[in-house]
């Protein structure tokens, strides 16, 4: 059904905000409204059960490389994790205890998933059409789908003719069974480095596909069993501790990238040397596992067992990419061939194709999609010009590294207070003006001309097209990113209390 088809004579059902999607932001957002009052939301998830990321994400090995103390809610920190990097399953329970401590599962439904989104200016609504043709309108419409929510699959010559399996490890099920099996891993970021062990493993043989070497630095793992968990939960003040700890630790390396600190990134380059030359003795291997471009440019990545895996007499490694597919296997970018049974996809996800699966369309018509191009901007990676009352969570250049849920509290707190703002000026919709827009994105632009992520050499998910602008990456650290989102000048939006709307300049919010 599109968007632009009539009402008909039912009234939508209307809610004053709708929050799209499950995972840490959906949960975040609802306890955000909670707290100032806000009653009336539904939240919209596609699948059966919250999650997000870590609902899709269950291949072996799979658990989140921050640690498990920073990553999680600063509300609910968490003293039963089972190690300081938390396996998928205990993220995923983690999730499902927060959300019934919130009081908030009745709010959710699943198997609901939004499909178009269009503003009404008339009536400062935006009316919802989902995959089932229902309708809704809300009056504050909050996207929490996620950055790393579409898989990035390629599309190769052969694929289809290919006799053996193919799929990606967020499509990853209990019944796929890799013994006796040759078996090729395509990719080497935090997906590949966790499951190639797995697969070396289980597998007759493994292709190891590394056509760009990540930095894999040591792993500091530690496991924690029932006397930890009982020490945790009764000293929450360590769990403060440790998170502050790993909270300045992040802060002082994003910045030292942000500023291509010399010495701190030669410092980080002798760790991954030392970590590699330990694990790898064939000097070839080193070379194809040598990254031609400067730490954090692209995203290191944390295994004590990854090299070791390549390293092992039944692992073949290439250094070039996969060009087509056979019946039998796969053929590499340099002619080789590889008679495979299974191909995994350890592709990753579609990091700067922002919301790509919802069609946004805001004042007179706009499409958030043609309006962004190839290079999705937004004000603080929250609001977009020309799209009152939507509000966004991980959008345009928000990652700073460490713990995105740091990101996803400080945007939701942001969307709390503007909806408060909003409603206590008596307006009907709040937006950001194209000059504050403009304003921002030019400051991004210059901060992140001298970074890592852009002078470092590196092709990465980071920038469109793997080579253009950064659009994922915010050009500084956690703490400067909440910083920012709690000081907003009210100069920067539009308040409307009617059609054309009406602007006021005075005030700071969160000041």
Same mark, same amino acid.
């Given at each position: 059904m599109s968007i632009h088809e009539p009402r008909t004579h039912h009234q939508p059902e209307f809610h004053d905000a709708v929050i799209v999607g499950a995972g840490f932001s959906g949960i975040s957002a609802a306890r955000e409204l909670l707290n100032t009052g806000r009653q009336d939301f539904l939240i919209l998830e596609r699948a059966a059960e919250i999650g997000g990321v870590w609902r899709e994400n269950r291949y072996p090995n799979a658990a989140c490389d921050v640690p498990a103390h920073l990553y999680s809610l600063s509300f609910a920190l968490n003293p039963n994790w089972s190690s300081n990097f938390a396996p998928w399953w205990e993220i995923q329970s983690y999730m499902e205890d927060v959300v019934d401590g919130l009081g908030v599962r009745d709010r959710i439904r699943y198997d609901t998933e939004l499909v178009a989104a269009r503003w009404d200016e008339d009536a400062a609504v935006w009316h919802l059409v989902l995959a089932d043709a229902t309708r809704l309108d809300c009056r504050n419409l909050i996207s929490a789908v996620g950055a790393l929510s579409r898989p990035s699959i390629p599309d190769l010559p052969g694929m289809g003719e290919f006799a053996g399996a193919i799929f990606h490890t967020a499509e990853w099920h209990d019944g796929i069974d890799l013994t006796g099996k040759r078996v090729v891993v395509v990719g080497a970021g935090a997906s590949a480095v966790q499951v190639v062990p797995y697969v070396v493993d289980h597998a007759a043989a493994t292709l190891a596909v590394v056509r760009t070497a990540p930095y894999v630095m040591p792993k500091p793992e530690e496991l924690y069993g029932e006397f930890e968990k009982a020490f945790f939960a009764s000293h929450p003040e360590e769990l403060l501790a440790r998170r502050e700890k790993e909270y300045t630790g992040f802060n002082v390396s994003t910045r030292a990238q942000a500023a291509m600190d010399e010495d701190f990134l030669r410092a980080r380059e002798a760790d991954w040397r030392a970590h590699l030359d330990a694990s790898v003795s064939d000097p070839a291997l080193r070379e194809i596992l040598t990254p031609d471009y400067r730490w954090g440019c692209r995203r290191p990545v944390v295994s004590n067992a990854f090299y070791p895996a390549l390293a092992d007499a039944r692992t073949e490694v290439w250094d070039v990419g996969i060009a087509a597919f056979t019946p039998d296997g796969v053929v590499g970018a340099d002619g080789r061939e590889w008679a495979a049974d299974v191909v995994i996809l350890a592709t990753g996800f579609r990091g700067t194709e922002l919301f790509?699966?919802? +069609?946004? /369309? $805001?004042?007179?018509?706009r499409s958030l999609r043609e309006t962004w191009g190839a290079e999705p901007e937004a004000y603080k990676g929250t609001l977009v010009e020309g799209f009152p009352n939507l509000y966004l969570t991980t959008g345009p250049n928000t990652q700073a590294s460490g713990s995105i849920i740091g990101i996803i509290e400080a945007q939701t707190r942001m969307i709390a207070d503007l909806i &408060?703002?909003? +409603?206590?000026?008596?307006?009907? *919709?709040?937006? =950001?003006?194209?000059?504050?827009? *403009?304003?921002?994105?030019?400051?991004? #632009?210059?901060?992140? #001309?001298?970074?890592?992520? +852009? #002078? $470092?050499?590196?092709?990465?998910?980071?920038? #469109?097209? $793997?080579?253009?602008? =950064? =659009?994922?990456?915010?050009? $500084?650290?956690?703490? &400067?990113?909440?910083?920012?989102?709690? &000081?907003?000048?009210?100069? &920067? /939006? +539009?308040?409307s209390t009617d059609v054309g709307g009406a602007r006021e300049t005075s005030e700071r919010v969160g000041a």
């Open positions: 790509e699966g919802v +069609e946004y /369309l $805001g004042r007179e018509g &408060d703002l909003c +409603e206590h000026r008596g307006a009907t *919709a709040l937006s =950001v003006t194209a000059e504050a827009q *403009a304003r921002y994105n030019h400051w991004l #632009a210059e901060e992140m #001309a001298g970074t890592v992520w +852009e #002078a $470092g050499g590196c092709s990465s998910w980071y920038r #469109a097209g $793997g080579t253009g602008k =950064v =659009v994922t990456k915010f050009p $500084g650290a956690l703490e &400067d990113f909440e910083r920012i989102t709690q &000081d907003i000048e009210l100069s &920067d /939006l +539009e308040l």
